[in-house]
């Protein structure tokens, strides 16, 4: 997972936005870090600390940690302001970006 520091442009990513005191942030990233390894299609993963990133927390609109943000072809698709289990975080990454290499 990479570390998103400043406002780049994405074109298709996953932004996860979280911070070090968050218990469920903890659980969420080590799922989306497996599922990391998986991914058939090199799409982006960020981790952004929604502490020290008040800029993008403001412009993606995250209400709460952990989130995770779905951009594609530049958009914002879709939004979790939640802790999402490993199979939703697939099933979610699956719908906008195609299959995972479940070998």
Do not use: W
């Amino acid at each position: 997972m990479k570390l998103l520091e400043s406002n780049l442009k994405i074109n298709n990513a996953v932004l996860y936005f979280n911070n070090d005191g968050c218990s469920l942030c903890y659980t969420e990233k080590k799922v989306i870090h497996d599922l990391e390894k998986n991914m058939k299609q090199q799409i982006p993963i960020y981790s952004i600390d929604a502490r020290n990133q008040k800029d993008l927390v403001k412009k993606y609109e995250i209400l709460s940690v952990p989130s995770i943000v779905f951009i594609k072809n530049g958009q914002k698709v879709d939004q979790f302001n939640k802790y999402l289990n490993g199979k939703q975080i697939e099933t979610v990454f699956t719908y906008y970006f195609g299959s995972l290499d479940n070998d």
